[in-house]
Structures are given as structure tokens and as C-alpha cells.
């Protein structure tokens, strides 16, 4: 290694080093430090801009549980964005981390790493007596068991009290707003009957009201028409709706049932513990002026650049361990990672540069797996 000139021009060792600090001057490890700074600045910078304008925000959110000297990996860098007064269903097959991410948005669980906002709380830095006071005030939560949503020994009016009685509210303030809200849940009826005295789906629109008594920022359902029949789910469903338009909570909804799912406009579904991919629907008319419902499928770009293609694109082809990316100036190719496929003119006659495709259809082997915009 060659020597470099030191502040007085001696060889730098230890010696030139403090002799450039005493001199004012920034030693040799003071670019390599800027440098750090600059880009921990910048990676703060960009947690703190990530889903500003969102009411829920999951950046790289991770989840790892151990027992036995087995660790299980729940989340594995999840992102998520939802607005304030979005009607939102996650769907997902069992293991897939919904539940897990459920009970951290509750404030039921902590995170492993990364960070995870709702209404302007930061979930990860919150003490126990904080998220006492979030689950209070900022979320309300519907479990699937209506067992665990209401206590069997009061109506349902003195059910949707008690969270209201916890947070100090006038006795008579309380009783107004429990009717009112067993009114727009339209079980108004039931205010005095106690949970055995009621049908399924009357006790989960109870536990609705119940989760809604203090006007939290979002109402979280985990699989809340798991239990009921096709009927009463749509009732059950219908409250959410009512929940969502005239009381303006949002609402997330963990959900199995497509008949629930097919009714919200924003579907988000999880795998391997990650966000993969998002279904959006918006109305439309047809021909003759009749209202129809449009649905777009989309997979999701997290912010690792990481993107999950669905199993029965990619298995046809078999496409597995790593595929081939060509770049179009408005989408990208995504290729099996096989010898140059032939057109179907000719043998050996190569497949068109840049991945393009000559008119007419093609082997089944030979068309893109997915091919999105850029």
C-alpha cells in the first residue's frame, strides 16, 4: 500500500491521523463517515415519505416467531397502504400471515422489524399502556368467535356501553349513542336482549356496534361471517357496509367467503407472508346502459422490487428458480429460462429480437409468463 502525505506531510499512520484532526482537517475516515450519514438520512427520509398521505402504512414488515429452536417466519418484509374510509378485504390461504397481520394492526402483537403506522401511531415504539390506549380509542376489532365479541351477562346496549364507560363517557352520552348505533346497524330491536337471546348474525352486528362505541379510526374484522350461513353473512356484511358509509370508519376484513370479497372494491391478497396481489373494482355500464361491476387484477411491486407471480401462470410454463427479463419501452418480458425458442415457421428460425412476437398465435412454451407496465 502506498503511503499517503499526512497534514504535515509525514507518512499517515496513527500519528498522521490525529496530526490532520489537531491541523482542523477531516481525517481519511471522514468521507467514508458523510457518506453513512448521507444515506442514513436518506433511508430515513424515505420511511418517513413511504404512505405520508395513508391511514395504514406497513413499510417491510416482518414477523418472526420461535419455539423450540424453530423459527417461523409469519411476515416477511410486508407492504401496505390503505386510505382513510377504504372498505378493504384481505384474503389469503391459512398460514399466510393475515391473521398475524391483524393482530399487529390491533395492537395485539409487535412486529419483528419494520415499521408499521395507523392513524399516526407507530406501532413498534408503543408502550403497554400505549396500546391499551390505542385499542381504546383508535381501533375497534370483530373476532370471528362471537363468544369472545360480547359479554353474555348484558344486552346489547349495556354490551356497546362498557367500552364507553372505560374511556369516560357521561352515562347518558352513552345510552344515546349505543341506540344509535344499534339503529344504523339495524338491530335497534335487540338493544335489550342479552347474546343468547340473539341469532349469529344479530350478536356479530352487536359486537360491530360493540367495536364502534368509542368512533375508532378503523374497525378490523377477522373473518366475521365465518360462522354464519350465506344469509346472514350478507347481513353481517351489510353492516360493515353501513359501518364504512354512514359512521366513516374504515374498515379492513379478513375474510374466506368470495361472496364478501367479490363486494368490496379493493381486495389485497397475501402470500407467504407477503402482499402479492390486488383485485380493483369499479362499476360500469355495458351497451345498453346497464350497471355491471369491472374487476382488474394486478400483482404488487413492494418496494424491494419483489413481485410474485401467480402459480397458475408460471407452473404451465414451468417456470421455476429464476426466469429471463426483457425490457420494452412500455412493459417488461418475462421469460422461462430455456434455450432461444423457434418460430413456428421454421425449425431453428430464432424467436424475434427484444422478445416481440410475430403475428398469429404461438406455442404455448413460447408466449410471456406475465408481462406488465413498466
Known sequence: MNAMPGAAGSPTGSNGAAGASAAGGPGPSAPAADGIAELGAEFERSRSSYGADALIACDRLVRIYAADGIEVQALQGLDLLIAEGELTAVVGASGSGKSTLMNILAGLDAPTAGSVRVAGHDLAAMTTADRVAYRRSTVGFVWQQTARNLLPYLTAQQNVMMPMRFSGTPRRQRGRRARELLDVLGIGYCADRRPEQLSGGEQQRAAI????????????????????????????????????????????????????????????????GRTAMETLRHEAADEEGNATQHAVEYAVLDRAGRLQLPREMVEPLGMRDRVRLEAEPDHIGVWPDDPPLTRPGGPGEPRPPGGSQPDGPQPHAGRPAAEGAA
Do not use: K, Y
Open 209 to 272: 356496534a360493540t367495536a364502534l362505541a368509542n368512533g375508532p379510526r378503523v374497525l378490523l374484522a377477522d373473518e366475521p361471517t365465518g360462522e354464519l350461513d350465506s344469509a346472514t353473512a350478507r347481513d353481517v356484511f351489510g353492516a360493515l357496509q353501513a359501518a364504512n358509509a354512514s359512521v366513516g370508519v374504515t374498515v379492513l376484513v379478513v375474510t374466506h367467503d368470495p361472496a364478501v370479497s367479490g363486494q368490496v372494491r379493493r381486495t389485497i391478497a397475501i402470500r407467504d
